[in-house]
């Protein structure tokens, strides 16, 4: 405890020397003023570019302890040392470094964090695309290798239900293993990703694409813990049906870059459809989810028979869709000046959801703050670029690491989860420097050069020792502003690129314009809360709903349409189909859609040939006790050996059907491992979709579920419906692709 009380008065004492120091962000959460960053209470502050001290304590009880002083640790000479008069910015950038060499293992991976080893496939490849590519290029190839599978595809490593397809976000492998590329010039390493981001498109086209929608199915980029961000009547089936916003926005890129490489290999044809695939993706993702009444996209598509939008701000994706062109321009400006800001910084989703702890939900994240701080500078939006850095800054400083998430509320770790030294922090808290201050862009042929500087932040900053393939770079970037007044390499005036072939040691001196950016505006709001959501069922002819506190009113939704406004707690139904209610506060906060209820017609088929027990060799939990829940005699299994099962459906009436299987799949945890089951359904020899068996708990081979619906137009009559396993079906752990099927259950959609 002495030890501290010194080091908080340490601080508290350093605040005399910057108290009159420029004021460079404040929001009603903090302020970062000359060389310190002010919370309230706390204090951090850089008496040197090698240390920061902080008098910061966390939330009493909290299991994580908190640093209070960095010092450096490791030789960083080898990599870029920034010079600026800033010293607080010059250690939290040191802090990066210092922490990144913490990160490369002994054998060249880069480790996800202080508490976790290993390489996951999104983590590492976020960092490589925000920095690890130029700071750490032969340890990112080594961290991308390993998250290649034995059949060539790469790794979907964790996820809902099971990893891929219920997660579908690996195609973030393919950016970041191209930014390698840009970075190296390695035109072997070209030729090793294209087939492993080519295999890994094809499997998806056939199994998360939506032909219907044009988008991509799956859970949202990153946010892989089911109730943190999507209601709770969602199963981990209905996610895989969802089709996420950032997802889409990731594949959108991944196409637009594997038709690069293809052309650079010399494969025009197959460059021309997947340009063709990706502008086809970036149409639906603008189609689907702009809305121009809030000037953002939209989280996520969900539902069952029929999608809604959850109209929430989902800041990743908001960032991605400007850093990867889907948004326009105009878009991009727009969504700047409208993505909500609390005083600690963006929101992973907002509003929040009432009734869940933080971690995604109420949470900031610096790697995605970092993501947004580069999208508001590409957008030219000064005061939410300085607002971005400060939210990434405060963090760092006062916990004296780059830890992973913090709490909205109150800006500190006390979270779910948790890690100091996190990969992709550190990269963020990196990239904020390298590719806004000194506007350092990777291009194919050559470095480009684009600095964002805001006026406060004005400074003949320099970022020398900078490796670039065969050179060295000094860069300095004097001034303000947004434009370049003059370039000059080695004394020589010329345009802001630098070619791929440079080499040897080169001065660059970038002097910016000083001119005023133009004003844009910053959604700055308090951290918000939804209502909770209604839980309906139908009851005597109405759509019946338990109230919610706070609510000003309820929306009815039917077939995915909103269809009345009540004040009541239930609806009488006007028709067949598909109903949902939605809560909304008088503030005009919505809640989500409670889970679909159903009058129509459902009808039921058994499998043929029941059994009720397994004998299965891809069975990873026996079950503990004997198999019970099923309908009529008993269950089929399969397997990856197991015949194709055909059943006979009697159709009533011509039109459009859904088909769903009852099952369960007792071989994973709900929330991680990959061991999801997958098939296709054929109905008279004719393909119709991809029904996927997620984990429903380990042994847990008596908890059925309803898989995805599939829809097919239907003449009356009988049809032969077939379920098999195809190679396109194949999960990510390769050996068990394994689930038991109950029955069929299939009803008139429209």
């Known amino acids: 405890m002495k030890v501290n009380k010194l080091v908080a008065a340490l601080a508290l004492a350093s605040v005399g020397v910057s108290v009159q120091a420029q004021e460079i962000v404040k929001t009603d959460a903090y302020v970062w003023r000359g060389d310190s960053i002010i919370q309230g209470e706390y204090v951090a502050h850089a008496p040197s570019s090698t240390e920061i001290v902080s008098s910061y304590y966390a939330q009493p009880h909290y299991f994580m302890p908190v640093e209070h002083v960095w010092k450096l640790k490791n030789d960083i000479s080898m990599y870029p040392r ?47 695309i925000l920095s690890m590519a130029y700071m750490q290029p032969e340890a990112s190839k080594i961290s991308l290798m390993k998250k290649v599978n034995a059949n060539g595809r790469i790794i979907q490593d964790t996820g809902s239900g099971g990893a891929w397809p219920v997660s579908s976000d690996r195609m973030i492998w393919a950016v970041a293993a191209y930014e390698v590329y840009k970075v190296t010039g390695d035109k072997e390493w070209l030729k090793f990703i294209y087939p492993v981001i080519r295999d890994s498109f094809e499997d998806d086209f ?23 961000s999507y209601p709770k009547w969602m199963q981990t089936a209905d996610i895989y049906n969802s089709e996420a916003m950032n997802t889409s926005v990731v594949h959108a890129e991944g196409l637009r870059i594997l038709s690069k490489i293809a052309d650079e290999l010399g494969k025009k044809k197959e460059a021309k459809r997947y340009a063709e695939a990706a502008k086809s993706l970036t149409d639906a993702i603008n189609r689907v989810f702009w809305m121009d009444d809030k000037g953002y996209y939209a989280m996520y598509t969900y539902g069952r028979e029929n ?28 969504i700047s000046q409208s993505n909500p800001t609390t005083p600690y910084g963006v ?5 929040q959801i009432s009734d869940m702890p933080s971690y995604h939900n109420n949470a ?67 990239a904020l420097t390298c590719r806004i201050l000194f506007g350092i862009n990777y291009e194919d042929n050559g470095l480009s050069f684009s600095p964002f500087v805001p006026k406060v932040m004005a400074d003949n900053r320099t970022l020398s020792n900078f490796t670039y393939r065969d050179a060295k770079l000094n860069i300095t970037v004097k001034g303000h502003g947004q434009r370049i007044k003059s370039f000059m390499l080695n004394g020589k005036e010329c345009k802001p690129f630098i070619p791929a072939d440079i080499k040897g040691v080169n001065e660059i001196v970038i002097e910016m314009d000083c001119e005023e950016i133009p004003a844009q ?34 929306e009815v939704i039917l077939n995915g349409k909103r269809v009345a406004k009540t004040r009541q707690t239930s609806y009488a139904l006007t028709e067949q189909g598909e109903w949902q ?22 009808f039921v088929v058994e499998m043929p040939g029941e059994k009720t027990s397994m004998k299965s060799a891809e069975i990873s939990y026996q079950p503990l006790t004997p198999i019970a829940g099923y309908n009529g005699n008993g269950f089929v299994e399969t397997d990856h050996s197991t015949a194709a099962i055909s059943v006979t459906v009697d159709v009533p009436a011509d039109g459009e059907y859904a088909f769903s299987l009852r099952y369960a799949n007792g071989n994973g945890p709900v929330n991680t491992e990959n061991k999801c089951a997958i098939r296709t359904l054929t109905v008279d020899g004719n393909k119709i979709g991809t029904v996927v068996m997620p984990h429903r708990g380990v042994a ?33 752990n390769l050996s068990t692709n394994h689930a038991i099927i109950d029955c069929v259950n299939f009803g008139r959609v429209k």
């Open 206 to 228: 056939k199994v998360v694409y939506n032909a219907e929608s044009g988008l991509v199915r799956g859970e949202t980029s990153f946010i892989d813990w089911r109730e943190q």
């Open 581 to 602: 209610v939605i809560g909304v506060s008088e503030a005009g906060v919505e809640s989500f859609a409670s889970e679909p209820r159903s009058n129509a017609d459902r």
């Open 82 to 128: 920034l010079t600026t008069s800033n010293t607080l910015h010059a250690a939290v950038f040191n802090m990066g470094l210092d922490e990144m060499v913490n990160a490369v293992e002994p054998d060249t991976t880069l480790r996800t964090g202080k508490e976790w080893a290993g390489v996951w496939t999104r983590d590492v490849s976020y960092s490589i």
């Open 307 to 334: 999608m809604i939008l959850n109209p929430r701000a989902e800041t990743l994706g908001e960032s991605l869709a400007i850093l990867f062109n889907v948004a326009s321009p105009e878009r991009a400006k727009t």
């Open 364 to 430: 900031l994240w610096p790697f995605v703050a970092s993501y947004w701080t580069l999208a508001c500078a590409k957008a030219g939006n000064e005061q939410a670029t300085l607002q971005g850095f400060g939210s990434v800054f405060r963090p760092a400083a006062l916990f004296a690491t780059n830890k992973e998430n913090f709490n909205l509320d109150n800006g500190d770790i006390a979270t779910e989860l948790n890690s100091s030294n996190m990969l992709w922090s550190l990269s963020g808290n990196i």
């Open 521 to 554: 505006a910053v959604n700055n709001q308090p951290n918000l809360k939804a209502p909770l959501t209604p839980i309906a069922w139908i009851e005597d002819g109405r759509l019946c709903w338990n109230p919610i506190e706070y609510i000003g009113h309820y």
């Open 700 to 732: 847990n081979w008596d908890d059925w579920g309803m898989t995805n619906e599939v829809k097919t137009e239907l003449k009356a009559g009988k049809h032969t419906l077939c379920i098999e396993y195809r190679p396109e079906n194949e999960n990510m």
């Open 347 to 351: 929101a992973i989703f907002y509003p």
